[in-house]
């Protein structure tokens, strides 16, 4: 099992909660984004830059993924396409995509998205804040203890 990251918008702060979590189990994590990225030195580890353009590292996420691999993205159209091929998504704040939720999500952000576009609603989420993150730390460590045999 790989841990892939939609880097290019993830938290800082969950970056770091996934190299511990790397550390720990001694499970790859990738991180793939627009820009260069810097990591810290370990065998776990590894940073993409792949080019620009729209959804880039999404498609190159899409075509590197293997079944039960993990997926940290807030994208959930890259999370709908993670689960029809047999990967598994969370998202920042700590929402585990499945099978059985993962278009509702889907038709929750269109929803939102023609809401925004014709104006009836403006702005995005809510800042990242510290529940989110304990929501993340707590949602990765149940999914590796599941799929890693392992926990803190």
Not at 20 to 30: Q, S, Y
Not at 48 to 59: F, H, M, P
Not at 79 to 89: D, F, Y
């Amino acid at each position: 099992m790989q841990i892939w990251v939609d880097a290019d918008a993830c938290p800082k702060v969950v970056k770091e909660i996934l190299f511990r979590a790397a550390e720990r189990v001694k499970v790859p994590v990738i991180l793939l984004a627009n820009s260069l990225l810097r990591t810290p030195p370990s065998p776990y580890i590894k940073a993409i830059q792949v080019a620009d353009g729209l959804d880039e590292a999404d498609n190159q996420i899409v075509r590197k993924l293997q079944c039960g691999d993990l997926v940290i993205t807030a994208d959930i159209p890259l999370a709908a396409e993670v689960i029809n091929k047999g990967g598994c998504a969370l998202n920042p704040r700590g929402e585990l995509y499945t099978k059985d939720n993962v278009f509702e999500y889907l038709s929750m952000r269109n929803l939102m998205q023609e809401l925004r576009s014709g104006g009836e609603i403006t702005g995005g989420p809510p800042a990242f804040n510290m529940k989110d993150r304990q929501a993340f730390a707590n949602q990765l460590d149940r999914f590796l203890a599941k799929h890693c045999g392992t926990s803190k």
